[in-house]
């Protein structure tokens, strides 16, 4: 252990470094609850998309719905929704990149992030 004689700065110092590590843990675990809430909302236009789809009977509307819900949940982010009619069922999947940080990171670390997926399958109603 140092001993140090003049210790005026000493509580300074120790402050400034828990800090550090405080604000690394808080900022971690903000942006572990946005990329969660992300999750959830690609997994909700991905069910609300195929639903649609699976009720009007169009594919085309299901597709506006997903849109629609898709710039609500995610203003100015790319997402990817393709739907298909694969037999019986409706499959629509949903793609999006979750930059870490927004656009700071983005920048830092030449678009870093994870891509985020949903899928979901409806029976297809056909009202003809």
Known sequence: MLIVKNDK????VEAVLSMIVLLVL????????????????????????AREAAITA???????????????????KNVNITTKIDGNVVVVRVKMRHVFFGDFT???FNGGGVDIGGEAIYPWHDNT
Not at 9 to 12: N, S
Not at 28 to 48: G, H, P, Q, S, T
Not at 67 to 75: E, H, N, P, Q, V
């Open 58 to 76: 169009d594919i085309s509307a299901g597709e506006a719905k997903g849109r629609y819900l898709s710039d609500l949940y995610f203003k100015g």
């Open 9 to 12: 700065g000493q509580i300074f």
């Open 106 to 108: 983005k920048r830092l």
């Open 26 to 49: 808080f900022f971690a675990i903000f942006e572990i609850a946005l990329l969660l809430r992300d999750a959830v909302y690609v997994n909700r236009v991905a069910r609300e998309t």
